[in-house]
């Protein structure tokens, strides 16, 4: 898959990862959707003053569940990873206090995958950094991660017919 353009800062738009996704849809006729949300908590990635700042978070499509991001033990786990069989596809954003993103995923029938969400913390050490999902096993559910603090926690809302 070819690199998703960025801002000037380095990041994609959420317009940008929205194309992109919306690149998939074929793909999706021959496989499954599996639906993510992140949503961040009032109160994210606070610095040792107390204040909040935004949090630069990825999401990592991949095939097997044993893989890392390269700079996960150096608090950067959302680095530009180089290709490799096993990771699929690469997105990131940032994300301020309070907000929520959406994402849905296209799998194959036929594939095993895991999506990997990590945080890159101001402050980095005891957090919960990352959260791996299984696709197959929340086949059912839309999992919904939730930025905390300083660490992330997976939830799951079974799916529903109503918005």
Same mark, same amino acid.
């Given at each position: 898959m070819a690199a998703l353009p960025a801002d000037s800062a380095g990041y994609c738009t959420s317009q940008q990862l929205q194309s =992109?996704?919306?690149g998939h849809a074929g793909t999706a006729a021959r496989g499954q959707n599996r639906h993510l949300r992140i949503d961040a908590a009032a109160r994210v990635n606070t610095d040792r003053a107390g204040n909040t700042l935004p949090?630069? $978070?990825?999401?990592?499509?991949? +095939?097997?569940? =044993?893989?890392?991001?390269?700079?996960l033990y150096r &608090?950067?786990?959302?680095?530009?990873?180089? #290709? =490799?069989p096993v990771m699929i596809r690469q997105m990131q954003h940032i994300l301020t206090p309070g907000e929520s993103r959406r994402y849905s995923f296209a799998i194959p029938r036929e594939a095993t995958r895991w999506l990997l969400v990590a945080a890159e913390f101001h $402050? #980095?050490?005891? &957090?919960?950094?990352?959260?791996?999902? &299984?696709?197959?096993?929340?086949? &059912? +559910?839309?999992?919904?991660? !939730?930025?905390?603090?300083? +660490?992330?926690?997976?939830?799951? !809302?079974?799916? +529903? =017919?109503?918005?």
């Open positions: =992109d996704l919306a949090v630069r $978070i990825c999401v990592f499509e991949i +095939s097997r569940d =044993d893989w890392q991001p390269p700079g &608090n950067a786990p959302c680095d530009e990873a180089a #290709p =490799d $402050i #980095p050490g005891k &957090n919960k950094n990352t959260v791996l999902i &299984n696709t197959e096993v929340n086949k &059912n +559910s839309n999992v919904v991660v !939730v930025v905390r603090e300083r +660490s992330l926690t997976q939830m799951k !809302v079974p799916v +529903s =017919d109503k918005p």
